[in-house]
């Protein structure tokens, strides 16, 4: 069992840069891969970037490659998203999401596949 907490949203203006967390418990959280989705609204919720539970792969969706880096802390049962040159149509709750897979270096990008979900966290960009 994981629980997954996120925090670090809030109101930033377009350019700004936010960094959010996700907390894990559990002590097996190095053999989950980790997910960040989003969803807007009125949209549907989306995979943006994931990283392998070993933290050697990740993987990023076009929309935020090369503004979003993600990283992972194993023994602080921690994931971060480090968010820079925001724009308004990041705007959106944020989730991460946890995935128990036997692959240390494969990331998961289906939503369905994912086992443990945080609560979102709310990032919104005024332009």
């Known amino acids: 069992q994981v629980q997954l907490v996120e925090s670090g949203g809030g109101l930033v203006q377009a350019g700004g840069s936010l960094r959010l967390s996700c907390a894990a418990s559990?002590?097996?959280?190095?053999?989950?891969?980790i997910g960040w989705f989003r969803q807007a609204p009125g949209r549907e919720r989306e995979f943006i970037v994931g990283i392998s539970r070993s933290g050697t792969s990740t993987y990023y969706a076009d929309s935020v490659e090369g503004r979003f880096t993600i990283s992972r802390d194993n023994a602080k049962n921690a994931v971060y998203l480090q968010m820079n040159s925001l724009r308004s149509e990041d705007t959106a709750v944020y989730y991460c999401a946890a995935v128990l897979h036997y692959n240390s270096n494969y990331i998961v990008r289906k939503e369905s596949e994912y086992d443990y979900w945080g609560q979102g966290t709310q990032v919104k960009v005024s332009s």
């Open positions: 559990g002590r097996t959280f190095s053999s989950y891969g």
